[in-house]
């Protein structure tokens, strides 16, 4: 096992033990990253006469940062950390997503559509998808997510091939429900939605993958 990693501060007076941690991210936006990291340290005088109490911290922290900027004393990033960023600002492209999820992408932004108009979808709906249960589970999955989600939905162009953040994140999940992968279907979803709110939306893309395969 490797020693801990140190930190050194106040003029190496106090020293930061134990950096156990593990950086995960999430793309906020098209401009930005959502970084979190799950870590514990201790703290504690590095030598016995300061009468500084030894802290020890478990947790979580969070940090939204723009893609654009660096902070003032960063060094020069590489090019694989350029790449890296680079790779994480392109919005995921619509082809990224299994069958299931594609269609049901293409029935969500249709439904888009038809709510901005005032218009039902379900029969353009049912047309376009092939199918009268496909279009109304597709319907009722489309609810259930407005229902649950956190903020507005953002929803790209209907013709556009590109992702928002929020399609990407609706196409994972119901990826995994069509696949009866829940650990994958729960990633997914952490942070954004309340373990207690996840069932209605598991439920109703069970149901559309139920419903496709019905349809083939």
């Known amino acids: 096992m490797p020693p801990p990693r140190c930190v050194k501060l106040a003029a190496e007076r106090i020293e930061i033990c134990g950096?156990?941690?593990e950086l995960y991210f999430k793309l906020a936006s098209e401009t930005e990253v959502f970084l979190y990291i799950s870590h514990s340290f201790v703290i504690r005088p590095k030598w016995r006469y300061y009468a500084i109490a030894t802290h020890s911290h478990i947790g979580t922290m969070g940090l939204l940062i723009p893609l654009h900027l660096r902070g003032p004393m960063s060094h020069s990033p590489s090019a694989a950390t350029r790449m890296t960023v680079a790779a994480l600002a392109a919005p995921p492209r619509v082809e990224r997503l299994g069958p299931v999820a594609g269609r049901f992408l293409h029935a969500l932004r249709l439904i888009a559509v038809h709510e901005k108009i005032g218009r039902d979808p379900v029969p353009e709906l049912a047309a376009r998808l092939g199918n009268v249960?496909?279009?109304?589970?597709?319907l009722i999955l489309a609810q259930a997510?407005?229902?649950t989600w956190p903020e507005n939905i953002a929803i790209s162009r209907f013709c556009c091939r590109l992702m928002s953040h929020d399609e990407a994140t609706i196409g994972a999940f119901v990826d995994a429900a069509a696949s009866g992968d829940r650990r994958s279907f729960e990633m997914a979803l952490d942070g954004l939605i309340r373990p207690e709110r996840?069932?209605?939306?598991?439920?109703?893309a069970l149901a559309l993958a139920h419903a496709e395969l019905r349809a083939v």
């Not at 996840?198 to 109703?204: I, K, Q």
Request: no cysteine; hydrophobic share 60%; proline share 0%.
């Open 19 to 21: 950096l156990d941690s």
């Open 145 to 147: 997510i407005a229902a």
């Open 133 to 138: 249960e496909v279009a109304a589970k597709a």
């Open 198 to 204: 996840t069932h209605r939306l598991w439920e109703a």
